[in-house]
């Protein structure tokens, strides 16, 4: 017996319904660890012997499933480069914002696969590319500490995504240590509640640039 094309509409159709099925009993309010591999393959109409045909277990599926809003992150952090030559700027893409909207309008559900501290499938996924990909550009331009840089910026950003979308960064007032210039403060009476944002699209810029500063040669 064969496994499935990787090229085959098929395949890709039924692993869609699949990765379809595992977020809408995530978004349900159910944890990964209780979610069943009956409760998936029930929701996309498909057996059980076609879901271990695609996947291991349901921790392979979720990763699957995370792919796009792994790329969407990646893709904001670095909606900046438009060219190999282009330089960070001083304030986060536009994209960075829209990103972490986008997120909170799905935090329920991402909060099932990207666990405080940034672990979980989603997390993992998440850390894994943009560790690769903030690597490689180090690599590019003959930046020091690659790898080092590269962990930590990572780490940075993924911690901090999923601290907010379990509500664990709270807003910065204007006039805080956290807002020192008045740019990353968080409207008026929003200090109750996670940052909005915006406004932590600024701070996770001027978190990441002061990391990759921390990395280049001393003098």
Do not use: N
């Not at 057996?47 to 809003?69: I, K, N, Q, S």
């Amino acid at each position: 017996m064969t496994g499935p094309r990787a090229g085959d509409p098929r395949t890709a159709r039924t692993k869609a319904r699949l990765r379809e099925a595992l977020l809408a009993e995530c978004a349900a309010g159910r944890e990964l660890a209780e979610v069943s591999v009956s409760a998936v393959v029930r929701r996309a109409e498909v057996g059980r012997a076609t879901f271990y045909l695609h996947y291991e277990d349901l921790p392979a599926l979720a990763v699957d499933a995370c792919a796009d809003v792994v790329h969407a992150a990646v893709d904001a952090l670095h909606a900046w480069q438009t060219g190999p030559a282009a330089r960070p700027p001083a304030r986060p893409p536009a994209a960075l914002a829209g990103f972490l909207r986008e997120a909170r309008g799905h935090a329920a559900l991402y909060r099932t696969l990207l666990l405080p501290g940034g672990g979980g499938p989603l997390g993992e996924r998440l850390h894994r590319e943009l560790r690769a990909r903030a690597r490689a550009e180090r690599v590019a331009v003959g930046a020091p500490d690659p790898d080092l840089v590269a962990s930590a910026v990572a780490a940075a950003f993924t911690g901090v995504l999923a601290d907010w979308l379990h509500d664990l960064i709270p807003a910065a007032p204007a006039g805080t240590t956290a807002d020192p210039a008045g740019t990353t403060a968080d409207p008026a009476g929003a200090a109750e509640g996670p940052a909005s944002p915006d406004a932590l699209a600024e701070r996770i810029w001027l978190l990441l640039m002061a990391l990759h500063r921390a990395g280049a040669p001393a003098g």
